[in-house]
């Protein structure tokens, strides 16, 4: 089993910044891309970044050129760095991890934005 640990959630006003950190342990060996989903009040959970295990970044629409993804391989762990934010960008954030196929979560971590 992988176990994900979310941290760095808050309550920011709008323009301001966040780092949410995401710690895996367990049997980690193996696992490949790693990622931040968030899910809104009433909405389908949706993918924010997703990093390879070489490091290769991919972006949805919405973060792209505000979000930065990143993950530190020897310390088993992955980063949001979140800038520029704005109200819509309020919702529970959950670190992903994929091993073999399968799909691990976090428990999730809240980001409020204020105007």
């Known amino acids: 089993q992988v176990q994900l640990v979310e941290s760095g959630g808050g309550l920011v006003q709008a323009g301001g910044s966040l780092r949410l950190s995401c710690a895996a342990s367990g049997r980690i060996s193996g696992l490949s891309a790693m990622g931040w989903y968030r899910q809104a009040p009433g909405k389908q959970r949706d993918w924010v970044a997703i990093?390879?295990?070489?490091?290769?970044?991919v972006y949805a629409d919405s973060v792209k050129g505000r979000f930065t993804i990143s993950r530190d391989n020897a310390k088993n762990m992955v980063f949001l760095q979140m800038d520029s934010l704005k109200p819509e960008d309020t919702a529970v954030y959950f670190c992903?991890?994929?091993?073999?196929?399968?799909?691990?979560w976090g428990q999730g971590t809240q980001v409020t934005v204020s105007s």
């Open positions: 992903n991890a994929i091993k073999w196929g399968t799909d691990y």
């Open positions: 990093i390879t295990a070489g490091s290769s970044t």
